[in-house]
Nanobody
Framework: QVKLVESGGALVQPGGSLRLSCEVR????????MGWYRQALGKERELVAS???????NYADSVKVRFTISRDNAKNMVYLKMNSLKPEDTEVYYC?????????????WGRGTQVAVSS
């Protein structure tokens, strides 16, 4: 059963903007943290941005100032606003959440959305 569905990936020119969306199909109030990761072909998946219960955010150094993560509990959505995009931002972006369970946490991944930055 799919828990997370990403959308918003596209081809954009350098300097452009995109907003990625993640539809969360489980209770937002059961989540300890939500985040966006990205992965290029042949490379490890890396954290881009995260937001924890309480609203504290964390960003990779490479995207600080340019990217903003946010959540909308009423709509069950997590967003990643990306500004001043660079060719090196070209990767598949994945939504990830950690859900509180009786024995700790359980993580879920979406299937990814492709972002391509090129002129």
């Amino acid at each position: 059963q799919v828990k997370l569905v990403e959308s918003g990936g596209a081809l954009v020119q350098p300097g452009g903007s995109l907003r990625l969306s993640c539809e969360v199909r489980i209770s937002m109030y059961s989540l300890n943290s939500m985040g966006w990761y990205r992965q290029a072909l042949g490379k490890e998946r890396e954290l881009v941005a995260s937001i924890v219960d309480g609203g504290v955010t964390n960003y990779a150094d490479s995207v600080k100032v340019r990217f903003t993560i946010s959540r909308d509990n009423a709509k069950n959505m997590v967003y990643l606003k990306m500004n001043s995009l660079k060719p090196e931002d070209t990767e598949v972006y994945y939504c990830h959440v950690e859900q509180k369970v009786d024995w700790g946490e359980k993580g879920y991944w979406g299937r990814g959305t492709q972002v391509a930055v090129s002129s």
